[in-house]
T-cell receptor, first 115, second 114 residues
């Protein structure tokens, strides 16, 4: 069965410091991995995805994520956090085999960037 | 290039009433997915539709919930005889195809059942 774990409910970081939001997954076969961000009372905005290729994926707003197959992880990172990055972040996975299309979401990590 | 549109954005219903949630996918997208988000939780898959076809409704409650995506017009998620436990945010996503395709999400409809 597919699953996603986001072990931290909340991450606090000072503005200007690097941030990491953790995600581990379990899926049969090769995973497709995604990060989305949700601002209050808004929908999910796509940040980045890993399908294949380079393990380091760059996305919107300066975010990047590193796919680590041996650790089954896909942590989201940013070198220098902004207060405006404060939001709820979701990691999602889907399988790559035929017939797999639904995303399995983690429970979300609330990022708070302190000025 | 308009994104995924959902309406209404907020919907209040009394127990026993019907709720109809609409989703217009992005232009050029023929695949629609509905997800439900309970407070402080992640999104849970409900149903996947293509035009005039339900592909997978394994995440839909067996009773009171139905979905359609007609040839013309938006996709509709219908909840009959709503109960308080149906209060949630319902998100629609769309994609142009199935494989290796990112799903793009609408702003959601927040349903409150009194």
């Amino acid at each position: 069965a597919q699953s996603v774990a986001q072990p931290e409910d909340q991450v606090n970081v000072a503005e200007g410091n690097p941030l990491t939001v953790k995600c581990t997954y379990s899926v049969s076969g090769n995973p497709y991995l995604f990060w989305y961000v949700q601002y209050p009372n808004r929908g999910l905005q796509f940040l980045l995805k890993y399908i294949t290729g380079d393990n380091l994926v760059k996305g919107s707003y300066g975010f990047e994520a590193e796919f680590n197959k041996s650790q089954t992880s896909f942590h989201l990172k940013k070198p220098s956090a902004l207060v405006s990055d404060s939001a709820l972040y979701f990691c999602a996975v889907r399988g790559s085999t035929s017939g797999t299309y639904k995303y399995i979401f983690g429970t979300g990590t609330r990022l708070k960037v302190l000025a | 290039n308009a994104g995924v549109m959902q309406n209404p954005r907020h919907l209040v219903r009394r127990r026993g009433q019907e709720a109809r949630l609409r989703c217009s996918p992005m232009k050029g997208h023929s695949h629609v997915y509905w997800y439900r988000q309970l407070p402080e939780e992640g999104l849970k898959f409900m149903v996947y539709l293509q035009k005039e076809n339900i592909i997978d409704e394994s995440g839909m409650p067996k009773e009171r919930f139905s979905a359609e995506f007609p040839k013309e017009g938006p996709s509709i998620l219908r909840i009959q005889q709503v109960v308080r436990g149906d209060s949630a945010a319902y998100f629609c996503a769309s994609s142009p195809g199935q494989f290796q395709e990112t799903q793009y999400f609408g702003p959601g409809t927040r349903l409150l059942v009194l």
